[in-house]
C-alpha cells in the first residue's frame, strides 16, 4: 500500500492535497442548495457536506468555508432564513457540478445551467424542478470551527416533499430509485443502487 504521513500531506500540491484528504473519506452526499437574496435574485449552489443531526427535531447540517469573502448561499440563507435542498440526480450532474462555479450574486446559477426555479407552498427559497426529493429548510444557528475558521449552518427540516415510488411503507427513502448521485473527493460522482436493507440490530444472546 502507499502511505501519506502528515508531513508529506502537508508538501502535498495544494489540488493534490484536497484531492486525496476529500476522496478518503468515501461517498458523500451531494446537494443543491437553493436561496433567493433579498433582491430576489435566485442562487443554487452544490454542497458535499450535508448531513443529519438529529431525527427529534430534524436538523440538517452543512459546512461552509470561512466567510472571509462574499458566499452568495450564506448571505442569503441569514437573510431570509429559509433554503432548499435537492439532491444532485442523474441526469443533470454535469449542471450540478457546474453551481460550483463562482458567478457574481448579481447572476443565478439557474440562468447559466439547465435548471429551472420551482416555487410552492409560498417558499421564498426556489427548489429545483424535477428533483425526485426537495425539502424546505429552516436556519436554526451557526456554530463557528475554529480550528479552520469554517462556520457549520444548522436548519430545521420544514417539510419534505418526495416521488411516491420512492417511500416505503415505513417511510423510508430510497433514494437509487430516483438516480441520485453521490460524490467522493471534489468531482467524482456515481450513482448508487440499493442492495439490501437490515432490521435494527439488538446483542446477541
Known amino acids: 500500500m502507499i502511505t501519506f504521513e502528515k508531513h508529506e500531506i502537508e508538501k502535498l500540491p495544494h489540488l493534490n492535497k484536497i484531492n486525496l484528504i476529500n476522496s478518503a473519506t468515501g461517498y458523500k452526499s451531494a446537494n443543491l442548495i437553493g436561496t433567493k437574496s433579498r433582491d430576489g435574485i435566485s442562487n443554487l449552489a452544490i454542497f458535499s457536506s450535508v448531513t443529519h443531526f438529529g431525527s427529534a427535531p430534524a436538523i440538517y447540517g452543512f459546512v461552509l468555508r470561512p466567510t472571509t469573502v462574499r458566499r452568495n448561499t450564506y448571505d442569503n440563507i441569514m437573510e431570509s432564513g429559509i433554503f432548499t435542498l435537492n439532491p444532485v440526480f442523474e441526469e443533470h450532474i454535469a449542471d450540478a457540478h457546474h453551481t460550483s462555479a463562482k458567478y457574481p450574486i448579481e447572476i443565478s446559477e439557474f440562468d ?94
Open 112 to 205: 447559466k445551467t439547465n435548471f429551472e426555479e420551482e416555487y410552492k407552498d409560498n417558499c421564498y427559497a426556489p427548489f429545483v424542478k424535477g428533483a425526485p426529493l426537495q425539502i424546505r429548510m429552516k436556519f436554526l444557528e451557526e456554530v463557528h470551527i475554529k480550528a479552520n475558521g469554517t462556520l457549520l449552518v444548522l436548519a430545521e427540516v420544514d417539510k419534505i416533499y418526495v416521488r411516491e415510488e420512492m417511500i416505503s411503507k415505513d417511510f423510508f427513502i430510497d433514494l437509487s430509485k430516483g438516480n441520485i448521485a453521490t460524490v467522493t473527493g471534489l468531482d467524482g460522482y456515481a450513482v448508487p443502487k440499493s442492495i439490501e436493507r437490515h432490521s435494527y440490530q439488538r446483542p446477541k444472546t
